[in-house]
């Protein structure tokens, strides 16, 4: 990524300086913003300037070193990784334990969804990877986190958009001939949004238990 600053002297005399700065594009994610400034280099004394507001004109101004002279226009983007074709749901969630909860909580605000657990359910989540249940209690806890986030995803759009999740979400529903947009609405519900993210959980649920009643049997 090639960051350009450029500065325009409005005098007798235009001036314009280019300076290139070049940042490797593995070290930056999500919403990047550019600030410009024009800084003091060293003290100045008496500085006079037409262009000023009338509130200085004609006062000597004397600016010391690191003084901001200038602000420039910020500038911002967003950049899109492309590793997240690579990605899928699991790799953007982290179920955790929490100690100071007695109910389940969600974050949103992070490169992955965060799932917070009170230490008892945490404990039997843990278990759970290699029980024949495993799908039904995983959509115990997923389905209505992602009920949570798809709720929220209207509200703050614009906010999220930036985060590796969102980015990957985003892509699924592509993939399935929808918009992450179109969550909230009329045409995807976050209910059934959150069943067609995990293929149809209720029906996998029902299916490892019908499983499990026939080894009973």
Not at 13 to 34: N, W
Not at 99 to 113: G, R
Not at 163 to 169: G, K
């Amino acid at each position: 990524m090639n960051v350009r600053k450029h500065a325009i002297g409005r005098c007798s005399k235009r001036i314009q300086e280019h300076l290139e700065i070049s940042i490797a594009t593995h070290q930056l994610r999500g919403k990047i913003v550019l600030h410009s400034f024009v800084v003091a280099k060293e003290t100045i004394h008496s500085y006079k300037n037409e262009y000023l507001s009338d509130w200085y004109k004609d006062i000597p101004l004397t600016f010391e070193k690191g003084n901001i002279l200038a602000i420039g226009e910020a500038i911002e983007t967003t950049l899109i990784d492309d590793y997240t074709e690579f990605l899928n749901l699991p790799s953007i969630v982290t179920v955790t334990k929490s100690l100071k909860n007695d109910y389940m909580d969600v974050d949103i605000y992070s490169n992955n969804i965060t799932i917070y657990l009170p230490e008892y359910e945490y404990h039997q989540y843990a278990m759970s990877a290699h029980s024949p249940l495993k799908n039904t209690i995983l959509a115990a806890v997923i389905v209505p986190a992602l009920v949570y986030v798809f709720s929220k995803i209207s509200e703050a759009n614009a906010d999220l958009e930036e985060y590796t999740w969102y980015q990957v979400l985003d892509k699924i529903f592509q993939e399935n001939n929808y918009r992450l947009e179109d969550v909230g609405t009329d045409v995807l519900s976050p209910l059934k949004a959150a069943q067609l993210i995990l293929r149809k959980p209720l029906k996998a649920s029902f299916e490892e238990i019908e499983k499990v009643h026939r080894m009973e049997d």
